[in-house]
């Protein structure tokens, strides 16, 4: 068995968020919403775009303004974020995948983006890479916080998940972790604030990416 570490994507990599929020607003001003709050918004980030979009939007799931919201938010975001995808890097991220590549880990992605849209993302940034599996949001059944996505890594990765951590920025991440049977890591410098990510009791919080790796490699030492 092997010991991986999976990363979120948006929010945990790259500073995504503000440029999500634009998408948003876009592809809402587009269909003529416009009463709709950049809080609004961003208490959605970290579901899939169709979730998002049908809470945004007051509508069923399969309603078809949401496959029309879906389209415009891709042109914005591919327009906003991917351009400048390299320099909205967190610190200490580069060196961060690096040192654990180093250590033997096994990289990888489990996002609530599409496949296409995270390898997109991944790529602009030059960190496609570093990650083993890339994991998207229709790549399964149940997005996050359902545990399918996790168990989808550990299966298709052979970890060893008392040994392998998630490290993301929203509880969504965190309890698909959890009830995955991984261990689980909060950053804070995300969407979810430490008070919320409290509550889905991650083994570590911290507001700083270099000191959650730096944690796991200790962890490495006494095994």
Partial sequence: MN??????????LIDTPAGIVEGFLYSLKCLNYSDVSVL???????????????????VELGNELISLAIKNYHKAF????LPKAKNLIFPGVVEGLTNLKERGYILAIATSKY?????NLLSAAELLNYFE???GADLVKQPKPH???????????QLEPKNSFMIGDTTHDLLMAKDAGLRSLGVTYGIHDKSKLETAEPELISDNFNSVIQYILKQNLRK
Avoid at 115 to 119: H, I, M, V
Avoid at 147 to 157: Q, S
């Fill in 78 to 81: 591919n327009e906003i974020v």
């Fill in 3 to 12: 010991n991986g570490v999976i990363f979120d994507l948006d929010g945990t």
């Fill in 147 to 157: 545990p399918e996505m996790g168990l989808l890594v550990i299966e298709k990765l």
């Fill in 133 to 135: 599996l890339i994991v």
């Fill in 40 to 58: 609004d918004i961003r208490n959605t980030i970290g579901l899939p775009l169709e979730k998002a979009f049908a809470s945004l939007l007051n």
């Fill in 115 to 119: 496949l296409k849209s995270a390898n």
